[in-house]
């Protein structure tokens, strides 16, 4: 079994819905998540941290579901520029990462 | 501020050949880990390094090696290239207070 699996995607959404996907990992112990974002040839980038209470920056919401073991972001109100890979992440000492999965958001 | 950078930004090399990247981490930071990226997947872990040692390894062969200098700096090394190690290989910096990892622009490895 992978570490981090997640939705491949692709996704994609009209300007200003929103869109939702999902992780799980396989590490009960693990500590730390993140979402990153990856757009076409370049690095991640740290979107934000995922912590055990869920939280909000703007118009993301990730939430972690330690009991089932999986991490979810969901982006409201899409902007064209959102179109990107989203990778998730937990941390064991280690990044481990998902194969990303693809947002395409259209006008 | 600088971020991570790395050097070269893109490097063509031929099968059994050997290879240097070089990675300077994020003002502040002294661990350095490095990736590998392949096309359409996630980076895979290869190593990371703090004071100057090997703290961590993923499932990566001995081909790949590396080290860290006192201004923690690194370099990752490749012998004996083979046509899979083509791929994106990014650096990341971190702090001793934080989790978040910080990545370069990676360099792109081409083996023919």
């Known amino acids: 079994r992978k570490e981090v699996e997640q939705d491949p995607g692709p996704f994609n959404v009209p300007e200003g819905a929103t869109v939702a996907f999902n992780c799980t990992y396989s590490n009960s112990a693990s500590q730390s998540f993140f979402w990153y974002r990856q757009d076409c040839r370049k690095e991640p980038k740290l979107l934000m941290s995922v912590y055990s209470s869920g939280n909000e920056d703007g118009r993301f919401t990730a939430q972690l579901n330690r009991a089932s073991q999986y991490i979810s972001l969901l982006i409201r109100d899409s902007k064209l520029s959102d179109s990107a890979t989203y990778l998730c992440v937990v941390n064991d000492y280690k990044l481990s990462f998902g194969a990303g999965t693809t947002v395409t958001v259209r006008a | 501020d600088a971020g991570v950078t790395q050097s070269p930004t893109h490097l063509i090399k031929t099968r059994g050949q050997q290879v240097t990247l070089r990675c300077s981490p994020k003002?502040?930071?002294?661990?350095v880990s490095w990736y590998q990226q392949a096309l359409g997947q996630g980076p895979q872990f290869i190593f990371q390094?703090?004071?100057?040692?090997?703290?961590q390894r993923g499932n990566f062969p001995d081909r790949f090696s590396g080290h860290q200098f006192p201004n923690y700096s690194s370099e990752l090394n490749v012998n004996a290239l083979l046509l899979g190690d083509s791929a994106l290989y990014l650096c990341?910096?971190?702090?001793?207070?934080?989790?978040?990892?910080?990545f370069g622009p990676g360099t792109r490895l081409t083996v023919t």
């Open positions: 990341a910096s971190s702090s001793p207070s934080a989790l978040e990892q910080y």
């Open positions: 003002s502040g930071h002294d661990t």
């Open positions: 390094y703090y004071e100057e040692e090997e703290r």
